[in-house]
T-cell receptor
Framework: GAVVSQHPSRVICKSGTSVKIECRSL??????MFWYRQFPKQSLMLMAT?????????EQGVEKDKFLINHASLTLSTLTVTSAHPEDSSFYIC??????????????FGPGTRLTVL | DQQVKQNSPSLSVQEGRISILNCDYT??????FLWYKKYPAEGPTFLIS?????DKNEDGRFTVFLNKSAKHLSLHIVPSQPGDSAVYFC????????????FGQGTRLTINP
């Protein structure tokens, strides 16, 4: 199956700093990438959808200025948590799929990034 | 509002027996349903899916049943194996929503030897 990687796998940072998380599709071109966050013992909540070369679409309640998403190439999307605070500590997971919004293709998930903000 | 619900946070099953995980949804626009398996600190792994035009899909030990009138789906695993122990998420999407997935809360399945 298709492989999606995330880097770093875990990061600890101080409050107020910014953290960048990378999501890469290793063996396919990901036209669309999704970013999720998961709090302990809770569901995966979609944060935003990004299509290569265009601005990300954020879900209701997600601050776009705080969670900056860039999808500059067909194999890389980045999520930057700006001015991180302890409440941003969570497990962030990306997924990627081929094809545009009008096609249905399986999403492949990355292994996730554990962010801890002190 | 929780559009996809997994009301059982945990389930314990004897090895060799059948595991049945349940999922309910509220949005009638959902037309595609998926089950994912997830281990701690890892991303979800796709297991099996079903389109709303079907009521059953089978893949090896895994079978998903869809009851559209009840807005209910279930995943059957038979026979259950210790390696099946994980958290199982059901997810749903609709063709109009750019295939965004809405996940349930997950059910932790434990298979006892």
């Amino acid at each position: 199956g298709a492989v999606v990687s995330q880097h770093p796998s875990r990061v600890i940072c101080k409050s107020g700093t910014s953290v960048k998380i990378e999501c890469r599709s290793l063996d396919f071109q990901a036209t669309t990438m999704f970013w999720y966050r998961q709090f302990p013992k809770q569901s995966l909540m979609l944060m935003a959808t990004s299509n290569e070369g265009s601005k990300a679409t954020y879900e209701q309640g997600v601050e776009k200025d705080k969670f900056l998403i860039n999808h500059a190439s067909l194999t890389l999307s980045t999520l930057t948590v700006t001015s991180a605070h302890p409440e941003d500590s969570s497990f962030y997971i990306c997924s990627a799929r081929e094809g545009g919004p009008s096609s249905y293709n399986e999403q492949f998930f990355g292994p996730g990034t554990r962010l801890t903000v002190l | 509002d929780q559009q996809v619900k997994q009301n059982s946070p945990s389930l314990s099953v004897q090895e060799g027996r059948i595991s049945i995980l349940n999922c309910d949804y509220t949005n009638s626009m959902f037309d595609y349903f998926l089950w994912y398996k997830k281990y701690p600190a890892e991303g979800p792994t796709f297991l099996i899916s079903i389109s709303s035009i079907k009521d059953k899909n089978e893949d090896g030990r895994f079978t998903v049943f869809l009851n559209k009138s009840a807005k209910h789906l279930s995943l059957h695993i038979v026979p259950s194996q210790p390696g099946d122990s994980a958290v199982y998420f059901c997810a749903a999407s609709d063709a109009q929503g750019a295939q965004k997935l809405v996940f349930g809360q997950g059910t932790r399945l434990t298979i006892n030897p």
